[in-house]
């Protein structure tokens, strides 16, 4: 069985930074490519970064490119997403899973989040102007 476990969320001014963790069980993390979402108050959820150890591939939404950086320890079976330079618009709950691939394309993972019958507790992070 699938489980992700997500933390490292909090509150934090604009401009700063934090480091989310997903530690995944269940499955071997080196063979399956991994993505974050978010989902913002009143919204749908978005596709924040995905990546994948078997081809090297990734994919990282226009809002967040340049500040995000996804990365994956297979021996710790954990996922991690760096923050730098966070605006309130980055406010939302985030969540991990693993995705069949990564895609270029944002719509892919608007739809794949829509098709999963849940993400795990996800972890809040809240940026203040």
């Excluded at 989902?39 to 226009?62: H, I, L, M, R």
């Excluded at 939302?92 to 019958?117: G, I, K």
Aim: proline letters at 3%; aromatic letters at 14%; one cysteine or more.
């Amino acid at each position: 069985q699938l489980r992700f476990v997500e933390s490292g969320g909090g509150l934090v001014h604009a401009g700063g930074s934090l480091r989310l963790s997903c530690a995944a069980s269940g499955f071997t993390l080196a063979y399956r490519p991994i993505g974050w979402f978010r989902q913002a108050p009143g919204k749908g959820y978005e596709g924040v970064s995905c990546f994948s150890n078997q081809d090297g591939s990734t994919y990282y939404a226009d809002s967040v490119k340049g500040r995000f950086t996804i990365s994956v320890d297979n021996a710790k079976k954990t996922a991690y997403l760096q923050m730098n330079s966070l605006t309130p618009e980055d406010t939302a709950v985030y969540y991990c899973a693993v995705l069949p691939r990564c895609d270029h394309r944002e719509s892919y993972y608007s739809s794949y989040a829509v098709s999963l019958a849940s993400f795990g507790q996800g972890t809040q992070v809240t940026v203040s102007s």
